[in-house]
């Protein structure tokens, strides 16, 4: 007698929810055989979204969306209903939400006199465009282990194209040079309208509310138990690894071996980029915590000692300087600053992208959602969210560093590059700090050795699904890089007869071609 598969997913972040969809949807599992296990009380990983009006919302990041790209991500969520609209899935909705409101940045650049700064021209020498399309040629090969300062010159760093690209991306001169040229090659449309944000999409609200809550409930509804508190700390392997035969886990305080049959399957979110994340307050800047204080790193770290087919951790979370950035969400009870920010940049909140001011020192960002921003926002609460690349450097206007800052001196160092009034506009903020650690720990400079294949070499039921494992073609710290990894886990475990969506080679296109040719000659 066959017995049904059992899917065990460790690590509630979008990469299990989409494993899960994907097995019910396409693999023919059953809901009820599904079950997740997350350390935290609350599913989504790194697409969070918290807090309310009085305590002030906790955003630690907000991801760029296209339709241009983001291929299995809009394939797995024309399947899931939309919770507010009947009828609807969540890709009509985010489709129609975009149709009402389209990016197009008019301050995109801010420099240190408050002049909206001219990114009609991408600043380029000739020397840049040379080394940039040898950048982009290479072999990945060549680039191993390389970082993007050893393929282009220092001057390329100063130009208006990198602090745009750098800022909407969130990448280091000291990041991985292969990383680099995928995003080059990925986003090659995104080339010409860099400027504008033209080909940024949004979600209704924060991507928790709009893409992790619809899913989770779906997933629900189909069966699935999402067990809470319960931290995954090893899993039982076959003496040549390739099979999982039972979990170990750490649940309210009471340790428990799950029975693993050979038919069963095992999903592992190996690593966070949120992982030891820390929030600040108005008034206290936020903890300094790393892997030690979290373990969240600890059973991937466990599971690679001596087998090479699961990957090399300590290749992203070596070097914390390297990989970490500091995030701010500001609650507002007072139109002020919206009203303020919407006469300066000529954006109406949700229309503009991020506004980068290129002369700060902590190379600050901030961006103005369409509100409400939080399902359940009340009228007359406004949020908005912002970051600084460079939270280790002291302020111009504030004379510390950034992680040392409280929110309101991050506050009145926002206000010094604008230069508003503080009281005028933040007399009722509230400013909630957050430090990241690892945020940009995947694109640490690597061998292509140091990622795991979502099915790693030789495993016969044990899947990796995170920003930490090996997609050709594709590119880590998006929403699209766990779905596609999850996808692909899937159809190969379940042998499902369905095409993973492609990427969607718009680098090969002519006209995308010559469009960001003439870019770059602007």
């Known amino acids: 007698m066959n017995h049904p598969i059992k899917a065990y997913l460790v690590g509630g972040g979008i990469g299990s929810l989409a494993a899960a969809a994907f ?16 350390a935290m009380p609350l599913a989504g990983g790194s697409l969070d979204g918290g807090g309310n009006p009085d305590s002030g919302y906790t955003l630690r990041g907000g991801r760029m969306l296209t339709t241009d790209n983001y291929e299995c991500t809009w394939d797995l969520f024309q399947s899931i209903p939309s919770l507010e609209h009947p009828g609807r899935t969540v890709y009509d909705e985010t489709i129609a939400f975009n149709e009402l409101h389209k990016s197009h940045s008019r ?21 840049d465009r040379i080394e940039l399309v040898k950048l982009e040629e290479a072999d990945e090969k060549d680039l191993d282990d390389s970082a993007i300062t050893d393929w282009l010159s220092p001057e390329f760093f100063e130009t208006k194209f990198w602090y745009m690209w750098a800022t909407t991306f969130a990448f280091q001169p000291w990041h991985s040079a292969v990383e680099f040229k995928r995003y080059l090659r990925r986003f090659m449309m995104e080339f010409s309208r860099i400027e504008t944000l033209a080909g940024v999409k949004r979600t209704v609200y924060n991507q928790y509310d709009s893409l992790v809550r619809p899913l989770q409930h779906w997933l629900q509804q189909q069966g699935v138990k999402v067990v809470f508190d319960c931290r995954v700390e090893d899993l039982a392997l076959s003496e040549d690894a390739s099979t999982v035969t039972a979990i170990h886990c ?48 600890a059973l991937w ?25 500091e995030s701010f969400t500001v609650t507002l009870k007072d139109p ?22 290129k002369d700060s020192n902590w190379f600050m960002s901030v961006v103005l959602a369409h509100q409400p921003h939080f399902a359940g926002q009340p009228e007359g609460v406004q949020v908005f969210w912002g970051y600084g690349l460079h939270p280790d450097r002291i302020g111009n206007f504030v004379a510390k560093p950034m992680a040392e800052c409280t929110g309101e001196e991050i506050l009145r160092e926002l206000c010094g590059h604008l230069n508003f009034d503080y009281e005028a506009v933040m007399s009722n903020a509230n400013c909630i700090p957050c430090r990241m650690p690892y945020i940009t720990s995947m694109f ?22 995170s920003q930490f494992v090996e997609v050709p073609e594709d590119v880590v710290f998006t929403v699209e890089y766990s779905v596609r990894a999850a996808q692909m886990a899937v159809y190969q475990l379940l042998n499902v007869q369905r095409e993973v969506p492609p990427v969607t080679a718009h680098d090969e296109s002519l006209k995308v071609k010559f469009d960001a040719l003439l870019k770059a000659f602007k």
């Not at 002020?336 to 001011?357: H, K, Y």
Request: glycine fraction near 12%.
């Open 336 to 357: 002020a600053f919206f009203d303020r920010m919407e006469r300066f940049t000529g954006n109406v909140a949700g229309t503009g992208g991020l506004v980068t001011f």
């Open 107 to 127: 301050a995109r650049l801010v420099d240190r006199n408050r002049f909206k700064v001219d990114v009609t021209s991408m600043g380029f020498s000739m020397q």
């Open 301 to 325: 770290e466990k599971l690679a000692k001596g087998r090479p087919q699961f990957g090399n951790p300590a290749a992203f979370n070596s070097s914390i300087p390297e990989s970490w950035w």
């Open 250 to 297: 750490v649940r309210e305080g009471v340790a428990q071996v799950i029975a693993v049959g050979p038919q069963d399957l095992v999903f592992f979110q190996n690593g966070s980029m949120t992982d030891a994340s820390s929030f600040g307050s108005m008034h206290g800047a936020p903890p300094k915590l790393d892997k030690r204080d979290s373990q969240g790193w």
């Open 444 to 465: 640490m400079p690597r061998q292509h050795s140091d990622r795991p294949l979502p099915v790693p070499t030789g495993s016969r039921n044990l899947a990796m699904v």
């Open 23 to 38: 097995m019910i949807r396409d693999g023919g599992v059953a809901g009820s055989d599904i079950t997740i296990f997350e």
